[in-house]
C-alpha cells in the first residue's frame, strides 16, 4: 500500500492563506509519502535527507502552477510563477510574478521559511550558486513548447483521473 497526495496545503504560514499552487515553500510543496509492503519495507523505515554526502549536493527543484494570469505572453509554460531549488538545508526561492521577488532560507535555524536571509552579505556565495543552478535548471524548458509526446493511452487514463 502506498499513501501520497498530489500537493500540500497551507494555513496562513505565507501570504497564501490557506490555498495551494502560488508559492513553493515547503508548506506547499512537501509530501508525505507512506508505504506499506510487509516482507520487502521495514516498519518505521524512513528516507532521509541527511543520508550522505551525495544527498547534501543533490538539487531538489520546485515549480508552483499558480497564479495562472501571469503567464500570458511568457517564453514558456510557468516562466512568471515561483520556483525554488534545494540543495541540502539550503533553498532559494524566486517568485517572479511578484517584482522578481527572491529569497533564501537556511532550513537548518529555520524550518518554517520566515527568515530570509538574501540580502546578508555572508550568504553571496550561496545566492550565487543557486541562482545559477534555477537558472540553468528554468533554461532547460523548451520555450512555449510542449514537455514531451504523450501517448492515448497514458491520455485516457489521465483524462479517467480528471486531468
Known amino acids: 500500500m502506498v499513501f501520497t497526495a498530489d500537493h500540500a496545503e497551507t494555513f496562513w504560514e505565507h501570504a497564501d492563506y490557506s490555498d495551494h499552487g502560488l508559492f513553493v515553500y515547503d508548506s506547499?510543496?512537501?509530501?508525505?509519502?507512506?508505504?506499506?509492503?510487509p516482507g520487502l519495507v521495514s516498519a518505521g523505515a524512513a528516507l532521509s535527507a541527511e543520508a550522505g554526502e551525495s544527498?547534501?549536493?543533490?538539487?531538489?527543484?520546485?515549480?508552483?502552477?499558480?497564479?495562472y494570469d501571469v503567464e500570458e505572453g511568457a517564453p514558456r509554460?510557468?516562466?512568471?510563477?515561483?520556483?525554488?531549488?534545494?540543495?541540502?538545508?539550503?533553498?532559494?526561492?524566486?517568485?517572479?510574478?511578484?517584482?522578481?521577488?527572491?529569497?533564501?532560507?537556511?532550513?537548518?535555524?529555520?524550518?518554517?521559511?520566515?527568515?530570509?536571509?538574501?540580502?546578508?552579505?555572508?550568504?553571496?556565495?550561496?545566492?550565487?550558486?543557486?541562482?545559477?543552478?534555477?537558472?540553468?535548471?528554468?533554461?532547460?524548458?523548451a520555450a512555449g513548447g510542449p514537455a514531451g509526446e504523450m501517448d492515448e493511452q497514458t491520455r485516457e487514463k489521465l483524462e479517467a483521473l480528471g486531468y
Open 28 to 37: 506547499n510543496v512537501r509530501i508525505p509519502l507512506i508505504v506499506n509492503w
Open 55 to 67: 544527498e547534501r549536493q543533490r538539487l531538489i527543484f520546485a515549480e508552483a502552477c499558480k497564479p
Open 77 to 141: 509554460l510557468n516562466f512568471n510563477k515561483a520556483k525554488s531549488v534545494r540543495q541540502g538545508l539550503w533553498k532559494l526561492v524566486s517568485v517572479p510574478f511578484m517584482q522578481n521577488r527572491r529569497e533564501l532560507y537556511d532550513l537548518s535555524a529555520d524550518p518554517a521559511e520566515t527568515t530570509n536571509l538574501i540580502r546578508n552579505p555572508a550568504y553571496r556565495k550561496t545566492v550565487t550558486a543557486l541562482s545559477g543552478e534555477l537558472e540553468r535548471w528554468a533554461s532547460d524548458f
